[in-house]
């Protein structure tokens, strides 16, 4: 026996050293090293680097930088206010953060408002759906 396959042979089983996962992007259902699970920073585990690679661009297309949610805002909503309907002159315009967390600029938090609007929903004179109703 040539010395060089005692470098390819298992002690023990060697599908004892896999552990089944589910891919944290599509849901499949993949084997991994259990020796190779405390690589990831994250903590998630995808099936393929392609999947890997949708996850990171999916998360930047729904996470915007602090500096440009407000560029962000008006490239995806209508440049009129969500309550009051405003348009008159857009550079007077304000985003919202809906949920009040400055950090959380995803698109979904954000609401372009009229600065008279905003002053009242800051103010916590009156909620958005209170506002929605007037």
């Known amino acids: 026996m040539p ?21 944290d992007y599509c849901g499949k259902e993949f084997e991994r090293l259990k020796s190779d699970l405390n690589d990831s ?18 998360l930047v297309k729904n ?13 995806h909503y209508e440049h009129k206010c969500a309550i009051c309907g405003y348009d008159e002159d857009e550079r007077v315009l304000e985003v919202h953060h809906i949920d009040e967390n400055r950090q959380n600029n995803h698109i979904d ?7 008279i609007c905003h002053k009242k929903l800051t103010l ?10 007037i």
Do not use: M, V, W
């Open 3 to 23: 010395s060089s396959a005692n470098q390819y042979s298992f002690i023990g089983c060697p599908k004892c050293k896999y552990t089944t996962l589910k891919c």
């Open 41 to 58: 920073k994250s903590g998630l585990h995808f099936c393929s680097k392609e999947c890997g690679n949708r996850y990171k661009n999916d």
């Open 63 to 75: 996470t915007i930088n602090s500096s440009d949610y407000r560029r962000n805002a008006f490239e």
């Open 109 to 115: 938090n954000l609401i372009i408002l009229c600065p």
């Open 124 to 133: 916590h004179l009156y909620t958005l759906n209170e506002l929605k109703n």
